[in-house]
């Protein structure tokens, strides 16, 4: 969602995770790299158009509230804590948008790296059962 709207003020050209994890990672197989661990790339930042950091911006971002609600069974009524994920509306600069932009593609860096290891790992530990 925020690479979208980044993309559409043009602050970044494209909006496809894959290419700008690329454009700040020397190499997507290395765990160094991912982590932004690498001695060569784990300074990189991504390339964005400053012109257009100053502009106001709408995004949605996934956010996690508690509520406390009241469950009544029969004649009891119990209040419990209840936790849910609601798409969130918010506003700020494009340049504000841009630095969040960044360090959730750190955190989505190293997932995607688990994720990808974890499905090499499992396709080989089915290929060795057949």
Do not use: P
Not at 62 to 72: A, L, P, Q
Not at 78 to 84: A, S
Request: aromatic content about 12%; hydrophobic content about 35%; some cysteine.
């Amino acid at each position: 969602m925020m690479a979208e709207v980044l993309r559409r003020t043009k602050a970044i050209a494209s909006d496809d995770m894959n290419t700008l994890i690329c454009e700040v990672v020397c190499d997507r197989a290395k765990k160094e790299c991912m982590y932004g661990e690498c001695e060569s790339c784990r300074e990189n930042i991504l390339n964005g158009n400053k012109d257009v950091f100053e502009e106001d911006v709408t995004w949605f971002e996934w956010k996690t509230k508690k509520e406390v609600r009241t469950i009544k069974k029969g004649k009891i009524s119990t209040e419990k804590t209840k936790t849910f994920t609601v798409k969130e509306a918010q506003a700020g600069t494009v340049v504000t948008l841009f630095e969040k932009f960044e360090d959730q593609l750190k955190w989505y860096s190293k997932h995607i790296f688990r994720v990808y290891n974890q499905y090499e790992y499992f396709a080989k530990r089915k290929d060795t059962i057949k």
